[in-house]
């Protein structure tokens, strides 16, 4: 296999990621190793990274991790007594007492499968989750490639097809490539704030048939990158849609706990779905995906989520179960899911501290979901739909013709050449709408406003400076 | 019916994996023994699989303590810590985006990471060059490894791709080779020879492909897993030139590189072989290079990382693998252990003299298990085991009785899967059968970790040496 022509095609068929992240590393680099840029330092906020911002973790969260990576802390009498005794729960949940055993089963730590369907149940007000229905992994794109593998089949005109909001998660078009599914999207309403519509539903499907089979349709709420939280009538409306064309529900709530819209709440599609009675709630196939690299957690280096899956059958369970079995999910995230489900009660030593910074992250997020909004909409040439929940927004640009044309010339999309001249220029990292699936003229970038409000008040000035030197430039 | 159960034939096609029954069991008389149910032992022993903390073994100290302060960086404060544990902490952290193990990083991992284990390498090579750009680190070696073999492996060809694996090979391969639709070409390695590995044999294998499938590739174990053996350097460049001739992608599976206790055995990387045996060979042999976290002294199989390195690939081919790591991000925790693995501890370090103490007490008991793991399975006549020579396991072979065979079969299960249940329900050791590893027909092994403590060892033995003459005796 030393050219090309021996190479899988699937993996040739891939497409090339942006890397403007790569470049803001590089020039990260270059700024500490002395070379004289027109700024300081470079602020990435092109994904949902809250930490790289600047955002702390939170403390309970990374004490007891700590506590669990290296037990003699166990003795520690500085760390708060709830701590401790998380700690030791846990320790006593892993083979021969250690993160470093490979987890029970390869879907995960039984007792942490318990506690996560103890979770769901609690949330969906008493809709019982069973805990062989939660698998684990090192994140939940990595769970979500595992059912994209089953789904994955034909060919041509027989190719599996998913339905695919547009815009959508940025790392989804590569991952569809890797499994060979076809991504066929359906637009958001953007004048609706990014509505679902089931008229476009049916449209896009129609319209898919012609040329794939579609199988699944992906649904991501709240939206990333829209900020957009779906409200009932909408979940039902997608429900009734997924049941009557057989299509598997594939639901990614990974930023359920970060909704900070006025009157806006999150609720779970089985929660719905259990509310519309059995002739839904017992046939429809969905699979739900939860995340600690997502809302007030934002461990995102940890790596770890969860999937559950509803109304699977017994042998595509046993499947996706034993799929794991080369690469079994690693535990300290686990540990890390299990705090974020289970956090610290009222009464418990560190319960004040951590709820405090909860509310904090909270409130900092819909601060800054407000004043960037504002500020952009005020900036002529952008205009942005407000975000109800998540961690992004996602501003539509005009772009002069003149940038069009440079990028034609240049072969990149024009979106992608704005955000790399904006690193260049100015010093901020965002993710150019192409990714999310906006690969006309209808240019969008997104944002991660989950950073401190100082830092996003740097990149929303920096950013302002450069759009208006843009439309400036070229007139 | 399911629609995803229609349309995929890879649950159409599964069968059921034995090690199921034996785990469903295991979890049943856990369950028991916690109700209080009695039985001749107090506890299950669990070694089935190559994890030493599962076993007993403490992890090491030092990784442990950087990896806390990482974490938790208050930890620093005060004097709790070592200075080099405080100062490996705050270099490390340093690397991580805002300074947080929380923050995704780039795609083949944190460049100074990336750097560290190029270092190592060199140093491990006698000097032989490593390009860092050539290393992913990625979650598990198994996860790099299904990438590569994704990059190999077309599921639509015809004739379907093939790979060439040893017999017996660890599980974890089989089923990734399995998953992406690549046929297995199975080449046996000689038992009584301590599994050697004969180039008539895998040219037999090659031949055997004939008409069957495309074979693209060359997947070696060295150390092996399961059976304990260390390839020899002529071996290896035998290998090598065979890969060569026959234009093989070598895929060196080398997570025990760090475990060899055999009195004659060396560890020679290929891609040392590969450089000593010079050019032309040396620039066109295509080698993916595998190590871990999880296996070593350090055992931290929980925490997932290992990485892959990459020798004479097409620089266009490289883009492509790079796409196909980046669609999934590598743990930043394990990153860390890394580091440490390929740095540790040296003298005059004050963490030293307790890395040094745990360390040889880990080398000390492994190599008094492998003594008395031969010495007492060697002394039963219908029990066998090759020297150990590396690696985690030992694989003896079962001579069982007819009876014992007939019985199996009636209980719809493989002979030694049957041993290993009985050996379970009996005395509440639980092994794994050579049947998950493949081996010659007609043929029976159980597979068990010998990094354990010493005491557990021989709690282990104790028990199997009890059970296994009761078995016999009742079988002849």
Same mark, same amino acid.
């Given at each position: 296999?030393?050219?090309?022509?021996?190479?899988?095609?699937?993996?040739?068929?891939?497409?090339?990621?942006?890397?403007?992240?790569?470049?803001?590393?590089?020039?990260?680099?270059? =700024?500490?190793?002395?070379?004289?840029?027109?700024?300081?330092?470079?602020?990435?906020?092109?994904?949902?990274?809250?930490?790289?911002?600047?955002?702390?973790?939170?403390?309970?969260?990374?004490?007891?991790?700590?506590?669990?990576?290296?037990?003699?802390?166990?003795?520690?009498?500085?760390?708060?007594?709830?701590?401790?005794?998380?700690?030791?729960?846990?320790?006593?949940?892993?083979?021969?007492?250690?993160?470093?055993?490979?987890?029970?089963?390869?879907?995960?730590?039984?007792? =942490?499968?318990?506690?996560?369907?103890?979770?769901?149940?609690?949330?969906?007000?008493?809709?019982?989750?069973?805990?062989?229905?939660?698998?684990?992994?090192?994140?939940?794109?990595?769970?979500?490639?595992?059912?994209?593998?089953?789904?994955?089949?034909?060919?041509?005109?027989?190719?599996?097809?998913?339905?695919?909001?547009?815009?959508?998660?940025?790392?989804?078009?590569?991952?569809?490539?890797?499994?060979?599914?076809?991504?066929?999207?359906?637009?958001?309403?953007?004048?609706?704030?990014?509505?679902?519509?089931?008229?476009?539903?049916?449209?896009?499907?129609?319209?898919?048939?012609?040329?794939?089979?579609?199988?699944?349709?992906? =649904?991501?709420?709240?939206?990333?990158?829209?900020?957009?939280?779906?409200?009932?009538?909408?979940?039902?409306?997608?429900?009734?849609?997924?049941?009557?064309?057989?299509?598997?529900?594939?639901?990614?709530?990974?930023?359920?706990?970060?909704?900070?819209?006025?009157?806006?709440?999150?609720?779970?599609?089985?929660?719905?779905?259990?509310?519309?009675?059995?002739?839904?709630?017992?046939?429809?196939?969905?699979?739900?995906?939860?995340?600690?690299?997502?809302?007030?957690?934002?461990?995102?280096?940890?790596?770890?989520?969860?999937?559950?899956?509803?109304?699977?059958?017994?042998?595509?369970?046993?499947?996706?179960?034993?799929?794991?079995?080369?690469?079994?999910?690693?535990?300290?995230?686990?540990?890390?899911?299990?705090?974020?489900?289970?956090?610290?009660?009222?009464?418990?030593?560190?319960?004040?501290?951590?709820?405090?910074?909860?509310?904090?992250?909270?409130?900092?997020?819909?601060?800054?979901?407000?004043?960037?909004?504002?500020?952009?909409?005020?900036?002529?040439?952008?205009?942005?739909?407000?975000?109800?929940?998540?961690?992004?927004?996602?501003?539509?640009?005009?772009?002069?013709?003149?940038?069009?044309?440079?990028?034609?010339?240049?072969?990149?999309?024009?979106?992608?050449?704005?955000?790399?001249?904006?690193?260049?220029?100015?010093?901020?990292?965002?993710?150019?709408?192409?990714?999310?699936?906006?690969?006309?003229?209808?240019?969008?970038?997104?944002?991660?406003?989950?950073?401190?409000?100082?830092?996003?008040?740097?990149?929303?000035?920096?950013?302002?400076?450069?759009?208006?030197?843009?439309?400036?430039?070229?007139? | 019916?399911?629609?995803?159960?229609?349309?995929?034939?890879?649950?159409?096609?599964?069968?059921?994996?034995?090690?199921?029954?034996?785990?469903?069991?295991?979890?049943?008389?856990?369950?028991?023994?916690?109700?209080?149910?009695?039985?001749?032992?107090?506890?299950?022993?669990?070694?089935?699989?190559?994890?030493?903390?599962?076993?007993?073994?403490?992890?090491?100290?030092?990784?442990?303590?950087?990896?806390?302060?990482?974490?938790?960086?208050?930890?620093?404060?005060?004097?709790?810590?070592?200075?080099?544990?405080?100062?490996?902490?705050?270099?490390?952290?340093?690397?991580?985006?805002?300074?947080?193990?929380?923050?995704?990083?780039?795609?083949?991992?944190?460049?100074?990471?990336?750097?560290?284990?190029?270092?190592?390498?060199?140093?491990?090579?006698?000097?032989?060059?490593?390009?860092?750009?050539?290393?992913?680190?990625?979650?598990?070696?198994?996860?790099?490894?299904?990438?590569?073999?994704?990059?190999?492996?077309?599921?639509?060809?015809?004739?379907?791709?093939?790979?060439?694996?040893?017999?017996?090979?660890?599980?974890?391969?089989?089923?990734?080779?399995?998953?992406?639709?690549?046929?297995?070409?199975?080449?046996?390695?000689?038992?009584?020879?301590?599994?050697?590995?004969?180039?008539?044999?895998?040219?037999?294998?090659?031949?055997?492909?004939?008409?069957?499938?495309?074979?693209?590739?060359?997947?070696?174990?060295?150390?092996?897993?399961?059976?304990?053996?260390?390839?020899?350097?002529?071996?290896?460049?035998?290998?090598?030139?065979?890969?060569?001739?026959?234009?093989?992608?070598?895929?060196?599976?080398?997570?025990?590189?760090?475990?060899?206790?055999?009195?004659?055995?060396?560890?020679?990387?290929?891609?040392?072989?590969?450089?000593?045996?010079?050019?032309?060979?040396?620039?066109?042999?295509?080698?993916?290079?595998?190590?871990?976290?999880?296996?070593?002294?350090?055992?931290?199989?929980?925490?997932?990382?290992?990485?892959?390195?990459?020798?004479?690939?097409?620089?266009?081919?490289?883009?492509?693998?790079?796409?196909?790591?980046?669609?999934?991000?590598?743990?930043?925790?394990?990153?860390?252990?890394?580091?440490?693995?390929?740095?540790?501890?040296?003298?005059?370090?004050?963490?030293?003299?307790?890395?040094?103490?745990?360390?040889?007490?880990?080398?000390?008991?492994?190599?008094?298990?492998?003594?008395?793991?031969?010495?007492?399975?060697?002394?039963?006549?219908?029990?066998?085991?090759?020297?150990?020579?590396?690696?985690?396991?030992?694989?003896?072979?079962?001579?069982?009785?007819?009876?014992?065979?007939?019985?199996?079969?009636?209980?719809?299960?493989?002979?030694?899967?049957?041993?290993?249940?009985?050996?379970?329900?009996?005395?509440?050791?639980?092994?794994?059968?050579?049947?998950?590893?493949?081996?010659?027909?007609?043929?029976?092994?159980?597979?068990?970790?010998?990094?354990?403590?010493?005491?557990?060892?021989?709690?282990?033995?104790?028990?199997?040496?009890?059970?296994?003459?009761?078995?016999?005796?009742?079988?002849?």
């Amino acid at each position: 296999m030393s050219s090309m022509k021996d190479v899988n095609p699937r993996v040739l068929g891939i497409r090339d990621p942006v890397s403007l992240q790569s470049l803001a590393a590089r020039i990260t680099e270059q =700024i500490a190793q002395g070379e004289q840029k027109p700024f300081q330092r470079v602020i990435d906020v092109s994904c949902g990274d809250p930490h790289r911002a600047g955002m702390p973790p939170l403390s309970f969260a990374r004490q007891v991790l700590a506590v669990c990576l290296y037990p003699e802390l166990l003795k520690e009498s500085s760390f708060p007594v709830d701590v401790r005794q998380r700690a030791e729960k846990l320790l006593g949940a892993c083979n021969g007492g250690s993160v470093g055993s490979y987890s029970a089963s390869s879907c995960g730590i039984p007792q =942490i499968q318990k506690s996560v369907a103890e979770f769901i149940t609690r949330r969906d007000g008493g809709v019982a989750s069973d805990p062989e229905d939660i698998i684990f992994s090192s994140g939940s794109q990595k769970t979500l490639k595992l059912v994209l593998h089953l789904l994955s089949s034909g060919q041509g005109p027989t190719q599996t097809g998913l339905l695919t909001p547009l815009p959508c998660p940025h790392t989804l078009p590569m991952l569809l490539d890797e499994v060979g599914v076809k991504l066929v999207p359906y637009q958001l309403l953007e004048e609706r704030g990014w509505a679902i519509d089931l008229e476009e539903l049916h449209r896009a499907l129609k319209a898919a048939r012609r040329h794939c089979e579609p199988r699944a349709i992906y =649904i991501s709420n709240p939206g990333n990158p829209t900020g957009h939280v779906q409200d009932l009538k909408t979940i039902e409306e997608v429900i009734r849609f997924a049941a009557s064309e057989r299509l598997v529900l594939l639901v990614e709530e990974v930023y359920q706990d970060s909704v900070f819209g006025q009157d806006k709440k999150f609720l779970s599609y089985k929660k719905v779905l259990f509310e519309m009675g059995a002739s839904f709630s017992e046939s429809v196939e969905m699979v739900s995906f939860h995340s600690i690299s997502a809302g007030t957690m934002g461990e995102c280096g940890l790596r770890g989520g969860y999937m559950e899956v509803i109304n699977m059958d017994l042998l595509v369970k046993n499947f996706l179960t034993s799929m794991q079995g080369p690469s079994s999910p690693p535990v300290l995230p686990q540990l890390a899911l299990e705090i974020m489900v289970n956090p610290p009660s009222p009464g418990d030593a560190s319960y004040e501290v951590f709820t405090q910074e909860i509310l904090q992250k909270v409130e900092t997020l819909a601060q800054n979901a407000q004043r960037a909004c504002e500020f952009l909409n005020a900036v002529p040439g952008m205009s942005c739909q407000p975000a109800m929940g998540g961690v992004f927004l996602y501003p539509r640009l005009h772009l002069p013709a003149e940038i069009i044309q440079e990028a034609q010339r240049s072969g990149l999309r024009a979106d992608v050449l704005y955000c790399k001249k904006l690193l260049e220029e100015e010093g901020v990292c965002l993710g150019p709408g192409s990714e999310n699936g906006h690969d006309d003229e209808n240019y969008h970038i997104r944002l991660c406003i989950s950073a401190p409000t100082a830092v996003l008040e740097d990149v929303l000035k920096r950013l302002r400076s450069f759009h208006l030197w843009i439309q400036d430039r070229h007139h | 019916m399911s629609v995803l159960q229609e349309i995929s034939s890879d649950v159409r096609n599964m069968k059921q994996m034995e090690n199921f029954v034996l785990f469903r069991r295991t979890n049943e008389i856990k369950e028991e023994l916690r109700r209080g149910v009695r039985k001749s032992y107090r506890e299950v022993i669990d070694v089935s699989w190559g994890d030493p903390h599962r076993a007993g073994v403490k992890p090491l100290s030092f990784v442990r303590q950087v990896l806390a302060a990482c974490l938790y960086s208050e930890l620093m404060d005060g004097d709790k810590l070592m200075v080099d544990v405080k100062q490996r902490a705050q270099r490390l952290l340093g690397t991580c985006a805002g300074g947080s193990v929380g923050s995704y990083c780039a795609t083949a991992g944190i460049p100074q990471t990336l750097q560290s284990v190029s270092q190592y390498i060199m140093r491990r090579d006698g000097g032989v060059p490593c390009h860092p750009e050539n290393i992913y680190i990625s979650p598990g070696s198994q996860w790099a490894l299904t990438n590569i073999l994704k990059v190999l492996v077309n599921s639509e060809a015809s004739p379907r791709t093939g790979v060439l694996i040893p017999v017996p090979c660890h599980s974890t391969t089989i089923i990734s080779l399995t998953t992406l639709g690549a046929v297995a070409v199975p080449y046996y390695l000689r038992e009584e020879r301590g599994w050697a590995l004969e180039m008539e044999e895998l040219q037999r294998a090659l031949d055997s492909a004939k008409g069957v499938c495309n074979p693209v590739a060359l997947y070696m174990i060295n150390p092996g897993n399961p059976a304990g053996y260390v390839q020899s350097r002529k071996s290896i460049q035998e290998v090598i030139r065979f890969a060569a001739e026959k234009k093989l992608f070598l895929l060196a599976d080398e997570v025990f590189q760090d475990c060899v206790y055999g009195k004659e055995s060396e560890f020679v990387s290929y891609k040392r072989a590969l450089a000593e045996i010079g050019a032309p060979l040396s620039d066109s042999v295509e080698l993916a290079s595998f190590h871990t976290a999880s296996k070593g002294l350090m055992g931290e199989c929980g925490l997932r990382t290992g990485y892959v390195e990459l020798v004479n690939l097409d620089p266009a081919v490289m883009k492509h693998i790079n796409n196909l790591f980046s669609t999934n991000s590598c743990p930043i925790l394990g990153q860390i252990a890394l580091d440490v693995m390929v740095n540790p501890p040296q003298p005059g370090d004050p963490s030293y003299p307790l890395y040094l103490k745990e360390t040889q007490h880990i080398r000390a008991s492994l190599a008094q298990n492998v003594r008395r793991v031969e010495e007492v399975i060697n002394s039963f006549p219908d029990f066998s085991c090759q020297p150990l020579e590396g690696g985690a396991f030992a694989f003896p072979r079962l001579f069982l009785p007819p009876k014992a065979i007939e019985r199996a079969k009636e209980a719809g299960l493989q002979p030694d899967t049957f041993y290993c249940l009985r050996l379970l329900e009996e005395a509440g050791v639980l092994f794994s059968p050579g049947t998950e590893y493949g081996q010659k027909e007609g043929t029976y092994h159980i597979r068990f970790c010998i990094m354990t403590p010493s005491d557990t060892m021989e709690e282990i033995l104790r028990r199997l040496s009890a059970f296994h003459e009761q078995f016999m005796k009742e079988f002849s």
